[in-house]
């Protein structure tokens, strides 16, 4: 799997979580960090994403926001 990059705003590792939202009905993907930047990503409504793809969904929407690419 793709790593996360560090934060953009304070350089440290952010965290990866997976929650059920409630108010959206959905599972979703969050990545976190300290400094309180992150990103959501919500799975689709009609069918269920597998986690490993909402994952790297994730993933990649926050290594584009950080900056750089190399995939
Ligand atoms: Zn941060």
Redesign the pocket.
């Known amino acids: 799997m793709t790593k996360l990059k560090?934060?953009?705003?304070?350089?440290?590792q952010?965290k990866m979580l997976n929650e059920y939202m409630f108010s959206r009905a959905r599972e979703a993907t969050q990545i976190v960090?300290?400094?309180?930047?992150g990103i959501i990503v919500y799975g689709k409504s009609s069918k269920k994403f597998n986690d490993e793809e909402r994952e790297s969904t994730a993933i990649r929407a926050w290594n584009t926001r950080v900056g750089d690419r190399d995939d």
């Open positions: 560090p934060c953009p705003f304070c350089g440290k952010p960090c300290k400094c309180g930047s």
